[in-house]
């Protein structure tokens, strides 16, 4: 991607949000679900064991603002432990895999046009903030081979991103049982112990200064008094 493509894409990316704001969902792709399933928490499972991240989401909630307004808490923070997916070398893998640090598992795909132009501002926060105990978590939901996904990342400049995939779209199934998915983009914020935090519908611009100042108070576990 040259400076100059990546600049246009970043200021549709930040038109959209900045009109749309809270109602940025309707900006995403509405997805048919598969008959594909996925492991999912119900909505009360796991919720005991995320206490602290319910105490954390009110100093949390104010932070959804602005490029990341459409970002909706959820009440009661839960386990999603079990979803299920896939990386760069075909091996499964779960959320439950990444304890020890927070996540932003965002589902896209390469016919969603809001998801490419999501895409650049996504692989800059995971090249500026990913670490030890960040990480954000692309999962591609393309039917068939790897080959579309890939082009797409290669021609984009991607290069952060690790190149998650569930071609079954079993992922994206499992969280529309939770209501969590009704299109793409979506994208959900866990903290280190796994918990759900929030989820939103449509793009966002994740590297403007709300969506850092987002990730940072989830990852630090919330904003510091």
């Known amino acids: 991607m040259t400076e100059k493509t990546s600049r246009r894409s970043t200021v549709g990316l930040l038109s959209v949000a900045a009109l749309l704001g809270v109602l ?3 900006a995403g792709v509405y997805v048919m679900e598969s008959r594909s399933g996925n492991g999912a928490a119900s909505q ?3 919720a005991g064991q995320c206490q602290a991240a319910k105490d954390r989401l009110a100093s949390l909630t104010p932070l959804m603002k602005g490029q990341v307004a459409a970002m909706t808490p959820v009440d009661p923070p839960r386990r999603l432990d079990q979803l299920t997916f896939k990386d760069g070398s075909g091996a499964e893998r779960r959320l439950a895999d990444f304890a020890g640090r927070s996540v932003l598992l965002n589902l896209w795909a390469s016919w969603c046009v809001p998801c490419r ?16 105990k960040f990480e954000v978590v692309a999962v591609n ?3 068939g081979s790897d080959e579309k996904p890939r082009a797409f990342l290669a021609e984009t400049g991607v290069a952060a991103l690790k ?5 079954s779209m079993g992922v994206f199934n499992a969280l529309k049982r939770e209501g969590l998915a009704f299109g793409l983009p979506v994208t959900l914020l866990l ?10 519908n449509g793009p966002a611009n994740w590297n403007s200064a709300e969506g850092r100042a987002l990730v940072a108070a989830a990852r630090d576990g919330g904003v510091k008094p």
């Open 44 to 46: 009360t499972a796991g």
């Open 141 to 143: 939901i393309d039917t």
């Open 24 to 26: 940025a969902g309707a």
């Open 191 to 200: 903290d280190d112990q796994g918990c759900l935090l929030s989820a939103m």
């Open 117 to 132: 132009e999501e895409m650049p501002a996504l692989d800059a926060l995971e090249k500026a903030e990913g670490n030890a």
């Open 163 to 167: 190149p998650y995939r569930d071609a």
